[in-house]
């Protein structure tokens, strides 16, 4: 598909002055323009199901559902929208599971100002765009573990599990998450059960703590 201009840009992070920093270093930009933003996941599934959108900038740590989690929505629902996760945490995990999700690239929050109009322009022509510092390195590793039978960045639970855990360290009940996650009480309830039991932990607070060092959450 020829790329569009110029392109059409959802920014989604909850902080408002990240989205303004980013949005004034796109729009200077001839070829990219930034049409939509939200300040939670869940909006920003719903701003991307916009056929105005021609990407979506989702940052990892949003409420309600992180950017990993937005994206792998995103993903189901508009395959053809290509995706880039912003992310302040330099961690393999979070590019595994970026890669996982179905996005098509990850850019450091503090190299922002040098690769985001790179990796936007890359995104839209259908190619992977990675922090360049790392790239070699990660796909290396990546591809030994496969060779070894392992599941890189895949942690102990299930995407529907990590969810639950993320809505649970952000204080919601069970019904909360059950009409959230559009499931029922029962079924949140035995999601928290498997994840207690995946995890060894006890109770609430244990798996916010959980939460705030995966990322899921900010402390």
Known sequence: ???????????????????????????????LKVVAEAADGLEAVQQAMSEDVHLAVLDVAMPSLTGLQAAREIAARRPDLPILILS?????????EALSAGASGYVLKREADRDIVDACR?????EPFVYPKVMSALMQRYLERVERGERPGRG????????????????????????????????????????????????????????????????
Not at 12 to 29: F, N, P, Q, T, W
Not at 122 to 126: C, I, Q, V, Y
Not at 162 to 180: F, M, N, P, Y
Request: charged share 30%; aromatic share 6%.
């Open 1 to 31: 598909m020829p790329i569009p201009f110029p392109a059409h840009i959802l920014i989604a992070d909850d902080h408002s002055v990240v989205r303004e920093g980013i949005k004034a270093m796109l729009e200077k930009e001839p070829d």
């Open 88 to 96: 302040m945490y330099d961690r393999e995990q979070y590019f595994f």
């Open 156 to 219: 102990p639970l299930t995407p529907r599990e990590t969810e639950v855990v993320k809505l649970i360290a952000e204080g919601r009940s069970s019904q909360d998450i059950a009409d959230l996650l559009v499931i029922s009480p029962k079924t949140v309830e035995r999601h928290r059960a498997n994840v207690l039991e995946k995890l060894g932990m006890r109770d609430r607070v244990e798996v916010t703590r959980y939460a705030i060092r995966e990322g899921l959450v900010e402390p």
């Open 122 to 126: 890359a995104a839209l022509r259908g």
